[in-house]
């Protein structure tokens, strides 16, 4: 043990006596010398890290605990915080201390009252009021370091938290809930951003896309295909995004059950985008294009339906009931427009359809007629053929645009300079089967108009000549729709080659995929004209499972092909009121005129629509030629009517019955109706009458439509109220009637019989057919 005294110049040995214990040591010596009580304090906290468990390690962690001993004069710092954050001081005296007994407290830095970063200690005391007297500054603690680094841990943790929660924040913000609802006919590809889904038709499908810098996109395509169809820019303004493929389903947003904020009533969405706002839930009133145009319909919102299916005729090809449904919803909506604006501005909604079909489908004839004859009922012929021209210009080698020109340019079909025209077109193409028809076609309407009977020199007759050019013509290139085979067993049924026609029917009907409602109806037409000995198949057997299963379609097929007549037991048996009203007008027409003219006149606009277009021309017309404005409704409720409406119009109440351009390309059925009604006329005596010749409906309709069919009831009914229609006989001026020459007169009059010769004159001989059997009947 040195015997030098230790010096202490800051009293430390007095404040901790201890600390004499732990002497002699140099380091403890050399800092008690230099009077700094830190670097005391410094080395005993050195010695203890290193000290053995037992008496010395309990003393040092007691000295070194005792940080007040420790004390260095130091300034009052600043503190200052608001709401918990800030730097405050941290500690309190031991518990049974005096009021006014120094402790060791630590300003530290506190976020919301939670401290977060120890800083340095001071010896202080407290007065009664709270307030903190600084005695001096104190040595940091052992485990200050170890505090700050768990504070520093636990601020790096919180960071990374709050980072992430902030990015889960902005990306929910950035999330949005999409439902794609598709009422096309066809599966379609739907992408939305990162998302992609196939939508079955008719189904919707749900999902979240996160939005991105630019615009939210939904670009659709056909499943395999490249071709985009639809590119819609979607709003992003909502939580929750509806997009209605190309707008063809019909959809409301209707208010969540319990909800009233969002308002008491549903809205239409018939926006392809929208967005549901908060409390509204999606309602599909109809997920298919057909049943949702119908409703529009239904409901007068013609724009909606003409919206909805001429977006399906866009995109969906070879869709005729679309472009069918288009075209007469845009005529419905234009015919609204006052009549004395231009032309340009009444038609355009069904002008801009057109143009679309003519730009849109230039590969489809039949897309290319129908856009055709819109121009042309619009009066726009013109500029449909400089369009053609144009279209033809640009491509000089192909058939169908020179076939397109000519369709739209003179000569008009019927005559012999169309056939000379067509023939140079078919020399032109021989290799397209679309020239060729086109040709055979010209061929077939100009012999309607100029029935040949050949000649005594051997040659065959005109459409003999044209059905033996047909023969080779099929047996290269077979009918590939509905239409073509239709027109190929017209010219063959013509020429009497009934084996050929029912063979062609045969052919096409082997493919199951071509056994639709039209051709069943063709093929049955087509079995009746021809005979039991000339057909090689039977309908029946064609018609699919479904079908067959419904007894409304089954008994409307049997009418429409001649096989029968529905009994009133069986029409009182179907469910449908309009079915079986639908039925009983069809077969009154063919049996009862007279009843099906009352009919037809009291029929709402849901069974109307459904009856055969031949059908509501024979009714239209009638009611046209008596003057009656019931005509007028039933032209507006068929789109081939109401396209032949001025051509039948015409043609019906001329006194000249001479066809125009516009009636001869009219269809055949359509042109017998005009036919039959044109033949009647009124009488003096008040009762109509024939006064042209209809043998030539058989020849014009070799398919036997309604016309053909009903031309003997219809003669029927004239005879019947020719005969029943007494004809006062008119005498001399002055001559006056006395005793049996008065009863000799009534009794002329009276005389059903005795009118026979002259209804047969006026009625029977004019038709040129048979003598009805119902005009045997008498009265007593």
């Not at 009934?498 to 071509?514: C, W």
Request: glycine fraction near 8%.
């Amino acid at each position: 043990m040195s015997l030098v005294p230790v010096t202490d110049p800051s009293g430390l040995l007095e404040r901790a006596p201890r600390l004499a214990e732990l002497l002699p040591d140099a380091a403890l010596s050399e800092a008690l010398t230099r009077g700094d009580a830190w670097a005391v304090h410094a080395v005993l906290s050195r010695r203890l890290e290193h000290e053995p468990p037992g008496p010395m390690r309990e003393l040092l962690a007691t000295l070194v605990e005792d940080r007040g001993a420790f004390v260095i004069a130091a300034r009052s710092p600043e503190t200052s915080s608001v709401l918990g954050t800030g730097v405050r001081w941290r500690g309190a005296p031991p518990r049974g201390a005096a009021p006014d007994a120094p402790f060791v407290a630590e300003r530290t830095v506190t976020v919301l009252g939670i401290p977060v970063w120890p800083m340095d200690g001071y010896l202080v005391r407290t007065d009664g009021k709270a307030r903190v007297q600084v005695i001096g500054q104190v040595p940091p603690s052992l485990g200050r370091s170890r505090r700050r680094a768990v504070s520093l841990a636990g601020m790096a943790l919180g960071l990374c938290g709050l980072v992430g929660l902030g990015a889960v924040w902005l990306d929910a913000r950035s999330m949005r809930a999409v439902t794609v609802v598709n009422g096309l006919s066809r599966p379609v590809d739907v992408r939305i951003g990162g998302e992609h889904w196939v939508v079955a038709p008719g189904t919707q499908e749900q999902g979240r896309v996160k939005l991105g810098d630019g615009p939210l996109h939904a670009v659709t395509t056909w499943p395999g295909q490249e071709s985009v169809i639809e590119d819609v820019t979607l709003p992003v303004q909502g939580e929750r995004i509806l997009y209605n493929v190309k707008g063809a389903a019909m959809l409301e947003a209707v208010p969540e059950e319990g909800v009233v904020s969002a308002g008491p009533y549903a809205r239409s969405l018939p926006e392809i985008a929208s967005v549901l706002q908060p409390g509204e839930q999606l309602s599909v009133q109809s997920a298919k294009w057909e049943s949702a145009a119908r409703l529009y319909a239904e409901e007068g919102s013609w724009q909606a339906a003409g919206r909805v299916a001429s977006a399906v005729a866009e995109v969906e090809p070879g869709n005729t009931v679309a472009r069918e449904m288009a075209a007469r919803a845009w005529l419905f909506v234009d015919t609204q427009v006052p009549a004395n604006l231009p032309a340009d501005l009444r038609w355009r909604n069904t002008r801009d359809f057109a143009a679309m079909l003519m730009h849109t489908w230039q590969e489809d004839p039949a897309a290319q007629a129908l856009a055709l004859s819109l121009m042309r009922h619009i009066g726009q012929g013109s500029q449909a053929r400089a369009r053609y021209a144009e279209h033809a210009q640009q491509h000089l080698d192909s058939p169908l645009a020179a076939l397109y020109l000519q369709r739209a340019s003179p000569p008009d079909l019927g005559s012999s300079d169309a056939v000379d025209a067509y023939s140079k077109l078919a020399a032109r193409f021989p290799d397209s089967p679309d020239v060729t028809r086109a040709w055979l076609e010209a061929r077939w309407r100009f012999e309607l108009e100029h029935p040949d009977r050949g000649d005594d020199a051997g040659r065959s007759p005109y459409e003999v000549q044209t059905a033996e050019l047909l023969k080779p013509f099929v047996e290269k290139h077979p009918p590939e729709t509905l239409e073509a085979l239709e027109l190929d067993v017209r010219i063959l049924l013509r020429a009497r080659l009934r084996d050929a026609a029912t063979g062609l029917v045969r052919r096409y009907g082997q493919d199951p995929r071509h056994r639709t409602w039209a051709f069943l109806v063709l093929a049955g037409r087509t079995a009746e004209a021809a005979g039991p000995e000339h057909t090689s198949y039977v309908m029946r057997d064609w018609i699919p499972a479904d079908l067959a299963r419904q007894p409304e379609r089954m008994l409307l097929l049997d009418l429409l092909t001649g096989q029968r007549s529905p009994k009133d037991a069986e029409l009182a048996a179907l469910a449908s009121p309009e079915d079986r009203s639908m039925l009983r007008l069809t077969r009154d027409v063919l049996v009862d005129p007279k009843r099906a003219l009352k009919e037809a006149d009291g029929d709402p606009l849901v069974v109307l629509p459904r009856l055969d277009p031949e059908i509501l021309a024979l009714l239209a017309l009638e009611f046209t030629r008596t003057g009656d404005a019931v005509g007028k409704r039933l032209f507006s409720v068929s789109l081939p009517l109401m396209l032949a409406r001025e051509p039948l119009r015409n043609h019906v109440l001329s006194v000249s019955g001479v066809p125009g351009p516009d009636f001869l390309r009219l269809p055949p059925g359509l042109r017998a109706a005009a036919t039959l009604v044109h033949a009647r006329r009124e009488a003096k005596e008040g009762y109509p009458v024939f006064t042209e010749r209809l043998d030539g409906l058989a020849r014009m309709d070799a398919l036997g439509g309604f016309s053909v069919r009903a031309a003997g009831p219809w003669m029927r009914r004239a005879f019947d109220a020719c005969m029943d229609t007494k004809v006062e006989q008119s005498l001399p001026q002055g001559i006056l009637l006395r005793g049996d020459l008065v009863k000799e007169q009534a009794r002329q009059e009276d005389d059903r019989e005795g009118r026979r010769p002259n209804c047969e004159a006026r009625i029977v001989r004019p038709t040129g057919l048979p003598l009805p059997r119902t005009a045997a009947t008498t009265t007593p």
